[in-house]
C-alpha cells in the first residue's frame, strides 16, 4: 500500500510546476488548518506560553500564517523527490559560504547546528552544492522502512549522506579522508530530560539535545549556526553564524546556549516558520 500511494500520487505530484504545487498547498491549508485544525490545542498552547504578552488577535495570525507556511512545507517536502538542481539553487540562496568554506580550506571538520524552522529539509539539500567540505546529516529513520528509505534518497540526491543517530558514536570515532561538515538538528524534544541542557527559550524552562556540544569539544570542532530566513513562498535565504571556533574553551552548555539565543532570535523575526506543531515542552525539567 505504500509504495502504491507513493507511485500512484506523491510521485506524480513531485512532478508539477511550482504553480500547481502550491494551489494544492492552499487545498491543504483549508483542510488542516480551517476543517480539521491539526494538532490546534499544541499549536495554540506553545504560542501562548512562548508570548505571553502578544494578543489573541496576534497569536491567531501567527497560527494562521504556521498552517500556511507547514502546508507549503509539505509540498515542497514532496517536490524534494524530483527537484533539479538549477530548481533548488533558485530556491535556496546562501549568502556567506566562505566562512563555511574557510575551514575547509584549513583542512577543519565542523558541525553545523539548526533547529526546525523554515525549510530546512531543502536547505540540507542545497548545501552540498556549494560546500567544500564532506556534508553529512545526523537523523533518526522513520518506522516505515518503504519511505525511510525514499526520504534518504531525497535528501541525498545532491551529495548529501544521511547517518542513522544510534551510529553517530561510531562515525566520529571514524573519520578520515577530507574535511566533514556534520548537520545537527538540536531543537528536538529530548527523550530522556535528565541529559538535556536545561534553558530559558522563549519564555519557558526548555530541554536540549546535547549532542552537537559534546561531539564539538570531544574533537574540537568549530560550530556554525544555519540561519534560515523565507524571503518569499518557495524562497529561502541561508546565512551562517559562527558560535565558536575553538569549543573546548568554552563552558559547558555555552554552546548551546549560543544555538537556543540564535534560533530565538530568528523565531521571534519570523515567528510563523517554526514548527509550532510539535509537542516541545511535553518533557518538564
Not at 513531485?14 to 502550491?22: A, G, T, W
Request: glycine letters at 6%; charged letters at 25%.
Amino acid at each position: 500500500m505504500n509504495n502504491i500511494l507513493y507511485y500512484i500520487l506523491i510521485l506524480p505530484i513531485s512532478y508539477l510546476p511550482n504553480k500547481f504545487l502550491y494551489g494544492l498547498s492552499n487545498v491543504l491549508i483549508l483542510i488542516l488548518g480551517r476543517f480539521i485544525k491539526y494538532r490546534n490545542h499544541i499549536i495554540t498552547s506553545n504560542l501562548r506560553n512562548s508570548f505571553p504578552n502578544k494578543s489573541k488577535r496576534e497569536i491567531n495570525e501567527i497560527k494562521l500564517g504556521f498552517y500556511n507556511h507547514f502546508c507549503d512545507l509539505i509540498i515542497e517536502s514532496i517536490k524534494g523527490f524530483t527537484i533539479s538542481r538549477r530548481n533548488i539553487e533558485n530556491r535556496i540562496k546562501i549568502n556567506n559560504q566562505d566562512l563555511l568554506n574557510s575551514f575547509a580550506e584549513k583542512g577543519k571538520n565542523v558541525i553545523l547546528i539548526g533547529g526546525h524552522y523554515n525549510n530546512w529539509e531543502m536547505t540540507a539539500q542545497r548545501m552540498p552544492l556549494v560546500s567544500k567540505h564532506d556534508l553529512f546529516a545526523i537523523y533518526k529513520p522513520l518506522r516505515n522502512k518503504f519511505y525511510d528509505l525514499k526520504m534518504k534518497n531525497s535528501r541525498e540526491k545532491f551529495g548529501l549522506k544521511m547517518i542513522s543517530m544510534k551510529n553517530t558514536k561510531d562515525y566520529f570515532n571514524n573519520i578520515s579522508g577530507n574535511p566533514r561538515a556534520i548537520i545537527f538538528g538540536s531543537d528536538q524534544s529530548p527523550s530522556n530530560s535528565k541529559n538535556a541542557h536545561w534553558i530559558n527559550f522563549l519564555n519557558q524552562d526548555t530541554g536540549f539535545l546535547f549532542g552537537a556540544e559534546k561531539y564539538s569539544k570531544e574533537f574540537n570542532w568549530p560550530v556554525i549556526y544555519v540561519s534560515i530566513q523565507k524571503v518569499r513562498r518557495g524562497s529561502y535565504e541561508v546565512n551562517y553564524k559562527l558560535i565558536t571556533g575553538n569549543p573546548i574553551s568554552e563552558s559547558n552548555g555555552k554552546i548551546i546556549e549560543k544555538f537556543a539565543q540564535f534560533l530565538e532570535n530568528d523565531i521571534k523575526n519570523q515567528p510563523s516558520f517554526w514548527l509550532w506543531s510539535h509537542d516541545r515542552w511535553k518533557k518538564k525539567k
